[in-house]
């Protein structure tokens, strides 16, 4: 008995790893889109401002 009851802690300390590196997983996909988004907006501003620099030198 005492062999099973470790096997069934063994696989829920398991389990909750895995729970764990899936929780991490969207963290880290979500903290990406959010960093993908940034750098869209910042390239569009960025964008804008070389357009209106150009705009001024002509």
């Known amino acids: 008995m005492d062999e099973l009851t470790k096997l069934e802690e063994r696989i829920d300390r398991l389990v909750s790893l895995i729970n764990e590196l899936r929780q991490k997983i969207e963290d880290f996909e979500e903290s990406n889109s959010r960093m993908q988004n940034t750098k869209q907006e910042v390239k569009k501003r ?13």
Do not use: H, R
């Open 46 to 58: 960025v964008d804008g401002l070389i357009e209106k620099v150009d705009d001024l030198l002509i």
